[in-house]
């Protein structure tokens, strides 16, 4: 049988405080609504051992999300902090207004306060206000874009954001980012576990590229992905608009290629998906301009999907400098694609007319989709759950439709990409009609 | 350890042709794309086994869908029929694109049919046309509402239907329906062993209540409930817009809620869920009717979301018709609530001004959402992979987001609920703050 | 020439206060931007006489809106009062947001109350709260569906409504609502006179029904027929997936078939659109159910869209209740034609299956559309200019583009109806190819 | 009274063949519904004469647009082309299905070409076929974004496209376009005219910037500011989501700022709107950037939209080339902002996160709204009205809500803007809340 690796998470202390849950319930169903942290989910879930080897290697098995019985804090006595970090993505102030819900009217706690501004808001130099946190306050926010708190790239000194919990009394902190914000909570954990405070970090990965490992699906994904369809439909309207048009779309993706792939199959009339993954050439008689002009030839028209981070073997200079995330600033793949059709089109004199469109921020700040929400519900809710018990240094996650929790330095290891053998690539495969390769 | 089931697929023969999948790849992913039909994955994940006998008792194990090396049908002497039959369903259109875009573009099929108006256009006394199908002729399809090929209501003898395959010469039937469907199918395949036909049926389940076992989720049973979203939010405006206004909505969900739980989450502003899985009285001090008085009282207005399912028990002659497809005919909850909430108003002499809508079809007959069209594309090129390697009697399914082949007797036997205990009922109750039970 | 019947408003009293307004704006453009009360704009806009005589008759002359130099009340001491009344609309809450704008942001006028649930909200006998406006107040109001001060159908008794402006100090009392609520307006605006009090009294027509005489269309009445064709689009859905499919939508109109027209132009696979300038007869050669009959023979499948005022002649007891807005009570022309249908077809045994669409209430309560907002913004400017005034007994309106005060007694004179003869009516006769009467 | 200039359109010779729409119709309207060329509508609908003077100077009167009782082309021998020239406006193909149901359908014409690719498709020398077009044809394209026909910039050589109408036997020309498209139609109707032709030009003028004089709104420009409230939606919560955000989004608008105006009224959060027709400064104490970060210091966000052509003067270089159309390449004005605005905040040494947003074609492709579409088929049926009575050299527009006939050399002889001193920019102003000037 595979190896399997108890993925415990860390807890802060015995719980002994009974969850005031089952009051909102029937009197029959407590027994069965609580979860227990021995209950494990194993995160391969072929039968025969020897597929197991074969397919999953050494196995991870995640603790089960959902209420406890008992409670690590007391939830009069709780006073909660909720900071969301790194780019905007569909679905945030949900995550904030479902973690309000739960805390105030399941759990009775009655002291929530949302740091501005990311990680800023923790470190005393910036100077930004905290605002209080209650059902009213976050009355209305379902569905709409953005962060209600504000947001920062890069993470503070542990030390500055420690202090600033330990003066507040914050006993939870409640993480929504991506997974340089992890490290960052980690590095925040770290301190706190020096100081021996008692101080939980849970977190809400977040990421609109939907690269996160033992998450099945990031919230504001299939919201990024389902606008991205409606750029990639105007950009076949203009490329059928013009002799020989060419709709070019660069889509978010920094090192995978998840939205592309997605947007292109669910739209049905992209010709080429380029990703991080895939490198590819230009030149030559298997290179991607001679496909597109074979395409053109055929067709007169063509539409072509960009991941942001593809490609960036072909750039100059790529790869050197990087953001206040610590993400390497990528070049614009978008333009360089778009000029260098241009010019091998001159080339062989033949006319294309290229519409390049970069919809960047119209993909990630838009209004989540109700299945969106559900699901963000769902991930604060565990969020909550955990947090109460105690749970520290974790992130909620979901994995084979179940909700669970995953330690934070796993979750960080690295990072989910499309598997190029994979199914998900044989069907952009299929849909596009490219080549497997451009060489 | 629980007791495992493998629930292995009827083959028609053994598999020998080789699968032309590979020649659109690069060849070194030949080896890793192919799925084995010694593949099976455990529906039950958990780790320890006293969990899997508490939790999942006996636990059914799916072969994995996928392609695979050898075919028990060669491509280009297979001839494929497509039916869709019973209600319509958001993402039709697009299972039968995809169907046709795997047979054709990917495994060189070049003979599909498509019958009429469901299972009457298998049975000659119909004289429905049939079409013919090619990736032409499903173009534009993407995302459209309703189903090309037409659709109806119930089954026909199986004679007849095996009949007109075997006088076509048809090789593989897919079979897009609902578990009444499924049951035809059953049926059809029963007389197509008796005559020791080589025909395979593979179905694609569809039923928007969402309410098929071992199917994690329904095709157009996430746009289904977006729409409701909409629908919800014009009750809530009408609820606002008068003086103690009721916005009463009825959905669909003849016997499971979902619909109206996953819309009333994501809405957030639904006082009252009623399904059929939770029976309700209607006096009473701890009854609905009080209950909305109180929330009137405090409120001035309500949101009321009752699957058309739910309450049959109060109505008079409940349960005795059935339709063409098999269903009980229900009697309408939603107009009988309407007027015992105005007349239980009216009695106690306080003003209420009811909205009552019934969406019907507006929420199945809508565009699919694309991510509901990813999902299409994947059943359909399962069911293919299935189809051309001789599996019958099958559907194919997604457990734990791995897609599955389930034996169409075990999707059949028993329906998919909202569980009172468990986590989904626990959100809804936590939205909405109504009673546990309404007694 | 044509009669010229100059409609001029009537003024509380003579203006002598400056306009705040050019204090927001460059110097140079204070002199242009002014209205003056001789501005008129003739109605008729043919050019040669004979044209005017024959083709407006006699014509009526509305005063430009805008605002004005000199202002009848001080913004300062000036205390306003906001209703709506009557059904929902689209847009309601752009009006009351953009008042509420116009009369702080511009004029600074700093006291501002909304009463709720229509005219119910200025009767003591009902003891509804008044709501404090500003700014803040109507933040994210925009765009948001039904009215946030809650409506109600009927009128008061004016003395007692007046009596409540008089017991707040009311200056201007803006009027939303339609032409029922307009003649609850002129009753006010008639005791006020009778008291000689200085209020003014100035409307803002809504009508879904797009049928307000001298106003060019009604806000919210294109987001009504935009949503309708979403609705016609599932119909259309519904009836090609069945055999012989009849798709029956109910839309509004109650004396005017504005909605059903534009949609089904805007739609065009509608086949019979049904409306109540035009009777018809169900039965006979020349009768509707003939119609269908031929159409279903021929193309199996038929979308209709029927005004709920339609076919009030067919109805047994049409026509004798009223509702509380003076209304009267229509019968249920949909369910009626859905019966008549199925036993029409079942007699003469041949299959059909009728999907009836009853949206009501969901396309009257859904957000407005950008350019319905645009509109709303409008008239509640011009509301503003004229009631800053002292103009009274007037609403605002707009013809042929222009933003005009038009008196209330010239608004509710009659409705407006689609032309049998005129370009919408044979337009849809086009787009439909139905036959141009049913006799 | 004001100096009134009959603006009568040319006619390719006497109209002496009846007309078939009245076999269509009920024979009462006969009389009716057809429209004289005498019938003449005044621009100017103001009353007295001295404001007609004041307020519209000297008078155009159009011809009223609509059927004729007498035709020029006999339909059953007519054969007519349509072309789409210049960039992708939403409606375009909702105008060529139009046309070609009203001459199909309506006037029984069975000989419809489309050209392909704008003028290109005129022009021997680019080999373009050309496209059949009937009823079947251009089904389903009803609200789809782009046109079906293609579309190029810049004319071609009016004696190659008179040869072609030449060789082709063409009747009448449809052509859709904008005013550099009208000029080269005005072109080729001079080519006819020297030979003597008896070929109909009509234009159905298409501007997304809706900046064609006499067209009271051009078609998709409602559609296109729509999409913008949403892309502003979108640098809104961007704006919201960092300190100190600005959310900058560069919009249509080459000469003209309807699409920034009409998108900011509607969107209702924007602070700052820059149009082409307001020249503005940046630096200075009332320049553009100091009142930036005021409002920055005051609410730590900001949105403003800017118009493509908006600050020119600014930009070095601006003004020099020219596009195929003919129209002047404007210098990027949003990324010349966003670079400024960065650097004026380094050096004042404030923390600001500009999000920089153009959306260029997403706007322009999009599916028309059903409003929209409305009036594309008016603009259509009215052209093919006219084009049918041998009209010819005029584009249909729409006067104060009245559909019209304009000579092309009227409306392509200036074009429409911004009134800096009428209400759409003082209501910009009073929404945005900026100052008047930046100067």
Not at 351 to 359: A, G, K
Not at 374 to 391: E, F, N, P, T
Request: proline share 5%; hydrophobic share 40%.
């Amino acid at each position: 049988m595979s190896k399997k690796i108890e993925l415990k998470i860390k807890r802060l202390g015995k719980c002994s405080i009974p969850s005031p849950i089952p009051n909102h319930l029937p009197p029959e169903t407590k027994e069965e609504m609580f979860v227990d942290d021995e209950d494990l989910i194993c995160t391969c879930h072929f039968s025969r051992i020897d597929q197991q080897e074969k397919l999953c290697g050494s196995v991870p098995e995640f603790e089960v999300a959902g209420p406890r019985e008992l409670l690590y804090f007391d939830p009069s006595k709780t006073r909660c902090g909720i900071v969301t970090c790194g780019g905007l993505c569909p679905g945030i102030n949900d995550v904030i207004r479902a973690l309000v819900h739960e805390l105030w009217l399941v759990y009775g706690v009655r002291r929530i306060h949302g740091f501005r501004y990311g990680f800023q808001g923790l470190a005393a130099k910036y100077g930004h206000d905290v605002v209080d946190l209650d059902p009213d306050a976050v009355d209305g926010l379902e569905g709409r874009g953005g962060t209600v708190l504000g947001s920062s790239r890069g993470n503070q000194d542990p030390i500055d954001m420690v202090d600033c919990l330990e003066r507040m009394a914050i006993n939870i902190l409640f993480v929504i980012g991506g997974d340089g914000t992890m490290r960052g909570a980690q590095a925040m954990a770290a301190e706190i576990d020096k100081r021996d405070l008692k101080i939980s970090v849970v977190g809400i990965p977040k990421t609109i590229d939907n690269d996160i490992m033992y998450l099945d699906e990031s919230f504001g994904f299939p919201t990024a992905y389902s606008i991205a369809v409606g750029i990639l439909n105007a950009a076949h309207a203009e490329s059928k608009g013009a002799p020989n048009g060419v709709g070019l779309v660069k889509l978010m993706g920094r090192e995978s290629g998840f939205i592309a792939c997605h947007a292109a199959i669910a739209m049905s009339d992209v010709n080429f998906v380029l990703i991080p993954e895939l490198p590819f050439k230009l030149d030559g008689p298997e290179g991607f301009l001679e496909a597109l002009k074979v395409r053109l030839q055929k067709r007169h028209h063509a539409v072509i999907a960009v991941a942001e981070g593809a490609g960036q073997e072909l750039l100059d200079g790529s790869g050197k400098d990087r953001d206040p995330s610590g993400n390497i600033v990528l070049k614009d793949i978008g333009t360089f694609l778009r000029d260098r059709i241009k010019e091998y089109f001159k080339k062989i004199n033949m006319e294309v007319n290229v519409r390049y469109i970069d919809p960047s921020y119209t993909i990630r700040s838009v209004p989540s989709s109700p299945q969106d929400r559900v699901y963000c519900i769902r991930l604060a809710q565990s969020a909550v759950h955990a947090a109460m018990a105690g749970k520290t240094e974790m992130l909620v996650g979901r994995w084979h439709g179940q909700m669970v929790h995953v330690p934070m330095s796993v979750a960080t290891s690295q990072r989910k990409k499309v598997e190029i053998h994979g199914e998900l690539w044989r069907t952009v495969l299929e849909s596009t009609g490219q080549p497997p390769v451009f060489k």
